[in-house]
């Protein structure tokens, strides 16, 4: 990673009284969150408690009601930033893949290299090459989506926002749609990944991997961040009675 | 999976009287299959349903090939012979017997293939007794008068020039005027999503008027009052394809607005997180798969503008310029006979049949990218 070093402290990406309503649906209720570089933040809680609202409003799919996002120090909720801009350097992973179903998989990847990134075809096709041998698919490099399995689909979805070579990565539930068995390839790219020393935020019902690969775990329940802190800690101690039930339940 | 297919000697067989013939991979083979899984009674039913159609279908025509179709006379002589009565009532009783006797028996056919080999029979006599009934009630009207003003194909020899050239202009003007209307449908689907009001009215306001006045109206208003009204020097071919082009933009923009709105969210918001503008978005992701899952709409769209060129005859076209309608319409005033029209239809079929056809192919190409898109 060519990541620029940042000021001592200084987060990478820092949240600030996000409150999302949709119509009367008070969704977020006030969330503060900060995150430094290299850093994985995993995002546990029960459905419907706005984990998923929460990681749209760090990339603005979701405008915030109220709050500001901090993003390489800029507030990008003010209306003047360039979004298109700011979202070439912040990847994110859908759950439902939500690859180009008329592209083959290069393509996907390539698309946005060179019609938003400029980059020349050839370039292009060499990045996308390299991403797609990072999550083990090159063979597959002229499969359209729909001949491909689920984890193979969410694997050339991670390698399409990875090779914009973004500086956060934002994965949304992205093992929820798919079958057991291909749960783990998908979890082995994110390891990887974080190995790396990739900035990510990450929304999982996976626990094991919460546990191992987060720096920070927030529990988000009914809007608010009911806990957070170590991983590790909070699943030996969960200080809430709401966080040892949800435990208790997805354990 | 071809690699699992057989070639047909069946040998597979899928439970006792409900083998598949699916992995048989020729015609030929399954011809084959077909028959050799035949019951008696059934191949006897589907044998009459089959010979009672092609009867009345090919031994009429093969009559009135004998007969002549010119001059008239011969046609009418062949209609009212005691042959193609006999042969009618022939192949009606036939179409009868095929009916009961394949309703009767095919709930205890043995094999798949028998039961739908009755089921054919009994089909295809039904077709027989609906055609025959309606040509014997033809048959009971005044056949003379009908063929001296209908089929009275002497009259069109001389015209094949004018047929080719109407059909020839037929085309233009349908596929000019739809050139323009997908460019401009495109534009004004994209308007009417807009969310800012603003935008979406100027598109709505046009679309509705478009669809909410006859395109009758839209030619002559728009012939009259730009050629005699403003004193424009234009052609009323010209101002044709202008008032069909602005037409058939109302309704694509409709088509285009549905294709769009059919793709799902999450693929425009997975553009935009790549950090796609909106129009980038709409123009890599969106639209290629709204322009394929629009092409039977906008196909249907197109058979229809060819037919409303028919319109333009009110315009008053100049010999070359005379699309089929007008043409047909001018024979028949040469003439005073109405047999021209019945080439006018053939026309229209000889231009909308490939057409059909082509599009059929197209689509099945386009669609073969886009299979199962995942979760």
């Known amino acids: 990673m060519s990541a620029p070093v940042q000021p001592n402290g200084e987060p990478l990406v820092r949240l600030e009284g996000i409150h999302k309503w949709f119509g009367d649906n008070h969704v977020l209720r006030g969330i503060d969150l900060a995150l430094e570089p290299g850093e994985v933040q995993v995002i546990v809680g029960p459905s419907g408690g706005g984990k998923s609202t929460l990681l749209r409003c760090v990339n603005m799919l979701e405008e915030p009601s109220a709050g500001r996002v901090w993003f390489e120090g800029n507030d990008i909720t003010d209306i003047r930033v360039n979004l298109n801009d700011v979202r070439t350097r912040m990847g994110i992973v859908f759950q439902a893949f939500n690859l180009f179903p008329h592209m083959t998989a290069i393509h996907n990847i390539t698309v946005a290299l060179k019609k938003v990134l400029k980059i020349d075809a050839k370039e292009a096709h060499e990045r996308a090459m390299e ?8 063979q597959k490099a002229d499969a359209y989506p729909g001949q491909l399995s689920g984890g193979q689909q969410q694997r050339i979805a991670v390698a399409r ?3 914009m070579r973004p500086r956060l990565m934002l994965f949304d539930e992205v093992t929820s749609a798919l079958d057991p068995e291909l749960v783990g390839e998908v979890l082995a790219v994110m390891r990887q990944l974080a190995e790396e020393g990739m900035t990510m935020m990450v929304v999982t019902h996976e626990m094991g991997f919460a546990r191992e690969v987060g720096s920070w775990m927030i529990f988000v329940d009914g809007g608010v961040i009911a806990e957070h802190g170590r991983p590790r800690e909070m699943f030996a101690n969960p200080e809430t009675e709401r966080l040892r039930q949800f435990f208790s339940k997805v354990l | 999976m071809s690699d699992q297919r057989g070639e047909g000697t069946g040998t597979l067989v899928l439970g006792e009287g409900r083998a598949d013939p699916g992995y048989l991979s020729t015609r030929r083979a399954r011809a084959a299959y077909w028959f050799r899984e035949q019951a008696p009674i059934s191949l006897v039913v ?13 031994g009429s025509s093969i009559l009135l090939a004998i007969g002549g179709l010119t001059p008239y006379e011969s046609i009418v002589e062949t209609w009212q012979s005691g042959t193609q009565k006999s042969l009618l009532w022939i192949a009606l009783v036939m179409g009868i017997a095929a009916v009961i006797a394949g ?10 293939a028998a039961r739908e080999g009755a089921i054919a029979g009994a089909v295809l006599g039904i077709q027989t007794v609906v055609l025959a009934g309606i040509y014997i009630w033809f048959l009971g009207g005044d056949v003379e008068i009908f063929a001296r003003n209908f089929v009275k194909f002497d009259v069109l020899s001389g015209f094949t020039g004018q047929f080719v050239n109407g059909a020839k202009n037929t085309l233009i003007l349908a596929l000019s005027a739809q050139v323009l209307g997908i460019a401009l449908g495109l534009m004004l689907s994209l308007l009417a999503l807009s969310k800012r009001s603003v935008t979406r009215a100027p598109a709505r306001v046009y679309i509705n008027f478009i669809r909410g006045t006859p395109l009758l109206w839209q030619l002559q208003f ?6 005699l009204g403003l004193q424009f020097n234009v052609s009323p071919y010209q101002v044709a394809i202008l ?6 933009g109302g309704y694509t923009a409709e088509i285009f607005r549905a294709g769009i709105q059919s793709i ?5 918001e997975a553009a935009r997180s790549l950090g796609m503008s909106y129009f980038q978005s709409m123009r890599y992701a969106v639209i290629p798969q709204a322009v394929r899952r629009v092409i039977p709409p906008l196909m249907n769209e197109f058979v229809i503008l060819i037919k409303d060129t028919s319109l333009v005859a009110l315009l008053g076209l100049t010999l070359n310029e005379r699309e089929l309608m007008t043409v047909g319409r001018d024979i028949y005033a040469e003439t005073f006979n109405a047999t021209p029209f019945l080439a006018t239809a053939a026309g229209y079929l000889i231009v909308t049949l490939p057409m059909i056809r082509f599009v059929t192919w197209l689509e099945t190409k386009l669609r073969s990218g886009l299979v199962g898109v995942g979760a």
């Open chain 1, 131 to 138: 991403q797609l041998q990072h999550v083990g698919l090159e």
């Open chain 1, 161 to 163: 926002a990875l090779a």
């Open chain 2, 46 to 58: 589907a044998i009459i349903g089959a010979v009672s159609l092609f009867l009345e279908l090919v």
């Open chain 2, 222 to 227: 728009g012939f009259y009052g730009i050629v």
């Open chain 2, 103 to 112: 309703v009767a028996t095919y709930r205890r056919m043995p094999t798949k």
């Open chain 2, 264 to 268: 799902e969210r999450s693929q425009l």
């Open chain 2, 243 to 248: 008032i069909l082009g602005l037409n058939a």
